[in-house]
């Protein structure tokens, strides 16, 4: 790691530098890493970015944890919690495990106890990117019509281009759950659930309304592309989509709800725009049917490895201009990985409807 180029992490509106990370792996154990590169002065890092009360026998901060992430503070057999607590002088107060609430941290100094907050939280910044996403804002594209021309394709595919390496029926995405997915979300318990459709409610007052007009969307689903370099090999396949009007909206939309949401913590930025697609074909469905994939396929690059590819040149020549239908987009919503609705789509934890 070049020291004079750090790595960095925005933690709630504050820049943070990130050391060098040292882990250890433990047998049977999820891989557990350090909070800090060694032992350093808990005096060395003032920060106002969070609240720290005085009381009677010192001072104290609270932060709200969900309680998967606990034993990532807590460490084997209680090491990184009690390494926390020597090197910042504090004590560290965590739930029992499975019971949602407060981490406590109380110390004789401020400085003390700020320090121990934020090497907390850079800690679990690191393992909550290491989760896998549990939610996505979703566009729904399984309206009948565009499910009948979606079966319509799959079915065409599998005629004419069966004998093409790799091309077989297991590759097609479930017509129920089309969709166009704007960014994924790691969401651990009911009140971060609860924070993304809060925010989700003021997106839609601060500039949806103005930008949608109160009316659905008309959106064009027309045409196929893929997203690797090599069309022989290829692992997702994807039906293009834009706005009847010829408008942007639809895509400013998109990339105003990411801004928001990587701002708020709740999301990683994946792209600088939001790339508008519908999945139609992917290698992940394979194994899995009811495997969602990142928007950003580098993101999952252990299992690119495990995919087998396959050769879409014929599929390009034949449908790069297939028509899939209009549809009436009225609502971004929270979708919840792998689940489904009484429709076949994703269940809804929450969402934004544009009239």
Not at 209 to 232: F, R, S
């Amino acid at each position: 790691m070049d020291v004079l180029r750090p790595t960095l992490i925005r933690i709630g509106g504050r820049v943070y530098r990130k050391n060098l990370i040292q882990e250890q792996a433990y047998q049977h154990e999820e891989e557990e890493e350090d909070f800090c590169a060694g032992p350093g002065d808990c005096t060395d890092e003032p920060c106002d970015a969070f609240v720290v009360e005085e009381t009677e026998k010192g001072f104290q901060c609270r932060v709200e944890v969900p309680s998967p992430l606990y034993k990532y503070i807590i460490g084997k057999k209680g090491e990184t919690k009690k390494k926390l607590e020597t090197e910042t002088r504090t004590s560290i107060s965590i739930p029992k495990p499975g019971v949602e609430g407060e981490i406590v941290i109380t110390g004789q100094h401020r400085s003390s106890v700020t320090s121990a907050r934020t090497r907390i939280d850079v800690l679990l910044d690191s393992f909550r990117k290491k989760q896998p996403f549990t939610h996505f804002l979703s566009f729904a594209l399984n309206q009948p019509a565009i499910q009948e021309k979606f079966l319509q394709f799959k079915e065409e595919v599998l005629e004419k281009c069966s004998k093409d390496h790799g091309v077989s029926s297991s590759l097609f995405q479930n017509p129920a759950k089309l969709h166009l997915t704007l960014g994924t979300l790691v969401l651990l318990n009911e009140q971060e659930i609860q924070k993304a459709c809060d925010l989700l409610q003021r997106c839609k007052e601060d500039f949806v309304n103005q930008i949608a007009g109160g009316k659905p969307l008309t959106v064009v689903v027309e045409g196929v592309e893929y997203m690797n370099d090599d069309p022989a090999m290829m692992d997702v396949l994807y039906a293009k989509v834009h706005m009847k009007d010829g408008s942007d909206r639809l895509q400013v939309i998109a990339d105003q709800l990411v801004e928001r949401f990587v701002a708020s913590g709740l999301m990683l930025r994946e792209w600088d725009r939001v790339k508008l697609h519908a999945t139609v074909m992917n290698t992940v469905f394979r194994k899995d049917p009811s495997a969602e994939e990142r928007n950003n396929t580098v993101t999952g690059r252990s299992s690119f490895k495990e995919r087998e590819s396959f050769n879409g040149r014929n599929i390009l020549k034949l449908f790069e201009n297939f028509y899939f239908g209009e549809v009436q987009l009225d609502s971004v919503r929270l979708s919840q990985r792998f689940s489904s609705d009484a429709s076949g789509y994703y269940a809804t934890s929450g969402q934004l409807t544009f009239s």
